[in-house]
């Protein structure tokens, strides 16, 4: 009985050994696939990447087959290119792409129905045909044809006799080619991938008078589209592009696991007009690693003056004053760079020289000589409210309306508020304290000055035809 111990356990071990030597032989052919001599990645803000690739391949001549590995779980197999330096020698007569990835269930999983060995407590062996695996057993039927369940934290090992087919070590494409030559040729591959995107950060510094500041631009670059892509040619691409329809994204968006930041004094993006988008193209090559964001400058700090503005909108808060900063996106006023959309995060030094962060905002796509209005957040010292103070029928159709509007400064200094009102049907304005602009066809707006700690009311008379 010993020896038949000994002779299954040597069986075990030589089974293990093999499935090892397997695995690790499925690693070495991985790990021998060409890297690429050159990668070039576009990002563009819409979870796409388009990555090219120049490696140099081995062919035979005539028709056979060739593993094309370290590409990403989310490519786009549909928009793969292939070119060969040089002329048409080799045609690709049909693709595969697998990413039936290596994992312990998948190998439980193709094991169904079959014979596995598995060890446990006290070296104590169990044969059988595995039935089910999961809920914390395994179902095993021995050959006498009884059940036996095994927990699995019980299990020290688990030993099949070869990799399963069908699964891989990393998504690979497989190519069926024809090629009218034999040996190494130049190739450069192109394709689409999901899982790439990126966005610009824009961190504001207000000076001590408030009258300027300071605006530093980044990309940051997120990369979960299930591959690492090194020394790269990275560029940028900022604007909307059109899209047909896509299909639902396999495998879904991967954690964010680690972030990297490359100073702004480390050679940032060159800008250019592209198309109808503005493409960002790093004059040095760089690595996006899976899983990781990357952040890079996307220009040198500038600074330019800006404007504080108080605004007031009853139609939407009644109480409420919301404080924005305006400027100019010019070359004259310091400025005058084609902005991508992003979030801008406004901060001022406090009289220790620590940052505090006074608000946040997000601006679109903007272009040069544009205006830009960045909202801070509400005012702490400002207070205002709207009130109806009568309402008259003047016909069957004309009614008017009374109404008072509040600005109170708190503060210690004079303000300007902006109070917009909303207006609708057929309008005019009977009377008003102060002067007034028609913004438009439903809205009007007033300047309110208001010294410091002064409350200013503003009356007006609307009269409104429904006909």
Do not use: C
């Amino acid at each position: 009985m010993y020896n038949g111990y000994a002779n299954k356990l040597e069986d075990i071990v030589k089974s293990k050994m093999l499935f090892t030597g397997l695995i690790a032989l499925v690693i070495i052919i991985a790990s021998t696939t060409p890297r690429a001599d050159e990668v070039a990645v576009t990002v563009y803000n819409s979870n796409l990447g388009v990555i090219s690739e120049t490696r140099t391949l081995t062919f035979e001549k005539g028709i056979h087959n060739l593993a094309y590995r370290d590409v990403p779980s989310q490519i786009d197999p549909a928009s793969v290119r292939f070119t060969v330096d040089g002329g048409k020698s080799v045609a690709i007569l049909e693709q595969n792409f697998a990413y039936d990835l290596v994992s312990p269930d998948k190998v439980f999983e193709k094991y169904i129905d079959s014979d596995v060995d598995l060890v446990g407590e006290d070296d104590a062996i169990f044969s059988g045909k595995l039935l089910a695996f999961g809920g914390g057993y395994l179902t095993l039927q021995e050959d006498d044809g009884k059940i036996r369940m095994v927990s699995s934290g019980k299990v020290s090992d688990v030993t099949f006799p070869s990799l399963p087919e069908g699964l891989i070590t990393r998504p690979t494409l497989f190519w069926l080619y024809n090629s009218t030559q034999q040996g190494s040729l130049k190739t450069t591959v192109g394709y689409q991938t999901s899982g790439l995107n990126w966005s610009a950060e824009y961190v504001g510094t207000l000076n001590a008078d408030e009258n300027k500041i300071d605006l530093a631009g980044w990309s940051s670059i997120d990369n979960n589209s299930g591959k690492t892509y090194k020394d790269a040619t990275l560029k940028l691409i900022a604007g909307d592009i059109h899209r047909a329809d896509q299909p639902m994204i396999r495998g879904g968006r991967a954690e964010k696991f680690s972030m990297t930041a490359e100073a702004a004094d480390s050679y940032g993006f060159e800008e250019k007009a592209f198309f109808e988008y503005h493409m960002y193209t790093l004059p040095r090559k760089a690595t996006v690693a899976d899983r990781e964001t990357k952040q890079i400058s996307l220009f040198d700090p500038a600074s330019t003056a800006v404007t504080k503005i108080f605004s007031y909108r009853p139609d939407r808060n009644q109480t409420d004053v919301n404080v924005a900063v305006k400027f100019a996106n010019r070359a004259d006023a310091g400025l005058g760079m084609p902005l991508p959309a992003g979030r801008v995060r406004i901060f001022k030094a406090d009289t220790d020289g620590s940052l505090i962060l006074l608000g946040e905002d997000r601006i679109k796509h903007t272009p040069r000589d544009e205006e830009m209005k960045l909202t801070v957040g509400t005012a702490f010292d400002v207070k205002a409210e709207l009130r109806m103070m009568d309402q008259r029928n003047i016909s069957k159709y004309v009614n008017e309306y009374d109404y008072e509007i509040e600005i109170r400064n708190r503060k210690t200094e004079a303000i300007t508020v902006n109070v917009e009102k909303n207006l609708y049907g057929n309008w005019t304005i009977k009377s008003s304290t102060l002067p007034y602009k028609k913004k438009d066809i439903s809205t009007v707006t007033f300047d309110v000055h208001a010294k410091a700690g002064e409350t200013v009311v503003l009356k007006m008379t609307v009269s409104i035809n429904s006909r």
